[in-house]
């Protein structure tokens, strides 16, 4: 995987690391720029607004992805 993909996945990896259960890693990025990522919200009984759920994670991904990595043009997410 990219290194710049990987700086951002890392990034949002700090962001959820309060959360019990959360998966996010990546499965590849075709030759149209689709990322496909295996992504699980996972649960923070503590904070619980505090969980990514899969539209913002998306969202959100695809807005550092834009800044950060420009190769990826969209994000295909994966349950797991």
Known sequence: MDEQIENILNTLRIMS???????IEPIG???EGVL?????????EDCPECILQ??????M????CNVQAPQVQ???LVST
Request: hydrophobic share 30%.
């Open 17 to 23: 690391r309060d959360n019990e259960g959360v998966v």
């Open 29 to 31: 990025l075709s030759d």
């Open 36 to 44: 496909s990522i295996k992504y699980n919200e996972g649960t923070n």
């Open 54 to 59: 899969p539209d913002s994670f998306k969202d």
């Open 61 to 64: 991904l695809l807005r550092m």
């Open 74 to 76: 969209d994000v295909e």
